[in-house]
C-alpha cells in the first residue's frame, strides 16, 4: 500500500510547484450570517513595552472567528437530517454544548494527502462562471472529466470548479443573497460517492447550489460520511490546465469541532 502511494506521488508531481489554494483570511472576507466573523486586532505593539527593560519588544495578536469561515472543512457532524448525524446517530446524543461532539469532531479528521482532481465545470459553458442557482449534474461532471481527460479513483479529493472565486470580493453576490449560487445537484454527490472519493470541495460558499435544503450535503456527509470543503481557490490551477495533482490539507484538531480552517494546497 504505501509503496504504491509513493509511485503515485511520484508519477503526478514532476513540475515541483506548489499552489495555495485557500483565502487569505482578513475581516473583509465573505461570511454566513449563521457564523460568527473573522475578527483580528493586534493585541500589542512593539512601542507598548520592552522585555525588561531591554531594547527587545515583542508584537502579538489576536483574532475570533467561526469554524466555517473562510477556506474551511466540515466535519461529518456539521450536517443533519432528521436530527440523524453520521454514521446513523441522533445528534442530540451525541453532543453537548460545552465539548460539543463525542463523535466525528474535526480532530478525528486524518491529515489529508492524497491525489487531487480538478473538474473545471466552466470548460462546458464557454469557460465563464457558472449562472446563479445553477444545478451541476452528474452528467456535467462525467463530461468535464472527459474533456479533461483525467479518471476519478478511489480515494481521490474531487475539486468542483465554478468560477465563483472571482466574486470573493463581492459579498453579497458570493454568498448567494439575491439569485443564490451555483453547485452540485443531489444525483452529483450521489456519483461522486459511488467513486468512492476521499473528500471533495468547490469555490462556492455553500458547496450546494443555492437555495436549496443542502441535498449534496446530506448525501455525502450524513449518508456516505465524507467531507466538504468551501471557498476554495482553484482558478489559478483552471488558468494552468492543472486537473490532477497531490493535494494537502490538514484541519485544526479541534476538541468535537464541526469544522476547521483549513490551509489547502496542490503539488504538481
Known amino acids: 500500500m504505501a509503496t504504491a502511494w509513493l509511485e503515485d506521488f511520484r508519477g503526478i508531481v514532476s513540475a515541483g510547484r506548489i499552489v495555495e489554494l485557500g483565502h487569505v483570511m482578513n475581516e473583509d472576507m465573505p461570511y454566513s450570517p449563521n457564523h460568527p466573523p473573522f475578527m483580528f486586532r493586534l493585541t500589542k505593539l512593539h512601542g507598548d513595552s520592552r522585555l525588561g527593560g531591554s531594547d527587545v519588544s ?38 453537548d454544548r460545552r465539548d460539543g461532539y463525542r463523535e466525528h469532531g474535526i480532530e478525528t479528521v486524518a491529515p489529508i494527502f492524497c491525489r487531487g482532481v480538478l473538474l473545471d465545470v466552466t ?33 481521490d479529493a474531487v475539486l468542483i470548479r465554478s468560477g465563483w472565486e472571482r466574486y ?13 449560487g451555483p453547485g452540485p445537484v443531489r444525483e452529483a454527490a450521489v456519483w461522486l460517492g459511488e467513486q468512492g472519493i476521499r473528500v471533495t470541495g468547490s469555490d462556492t460558499f455553500a458547496y450546494d447550489r443555492r437555495p436549496s435544503d443542502m441535498p449534496a450535503h446530506v448525501e455525502l456527509m450524513v449518508r456516505r460520511g465524507i467531507n466538504i470543503i468551501e471557498n476554495l481557490r482553484l482558478d489559478e490551477l483552471a488558468k494552468e490546465g492543472v486537473y490532477e495533482f497531490m493535494f494537502c490539507a490538514l484541519p485544526l484538531r479541534i476538541q468535537g469541532g464541526t469544522g476547521s480552517p483549513i490551509r489547502p494546497i496542490a503539488l504538481f
Do not use: K
Not at 127 to 153: D, N
Not at 168 to 174: A, L, M, N, S
Open 58 to 95: 515583542a508584537s502579538s495578536d489576536m483574532f475570533t472567528m467561526g469554524s466555517h469561515n473562510g477556506t474551511h472543512i466540515d466535519a461529518l457532524n456539521h450536517i443533519a437530517c432528521c436530527g440523524v448525524v453520521f454514521p446513523e446517530r441522533q445528534a442530540e446524543a451525541v453532543a
Open 168 to 180: 470573493w470580493g463581492d459579498h453579497r453576490r458570493y454568498v448567494g443573497v439575491f439569485d443564490g
Open 123 to 155: 470548460l462546458l459553458h464557454g469557460g465563464e462562471s457558472l449562472p446563479p442557482a445553477h444545478g451541476i449534474s452528474s452528467e456535467e461532471l462525467a463530461e468535464t472529466a472527459r474533456r479533461e481527460a483525467v479518471e476519478i479513483r478511489a480515494g
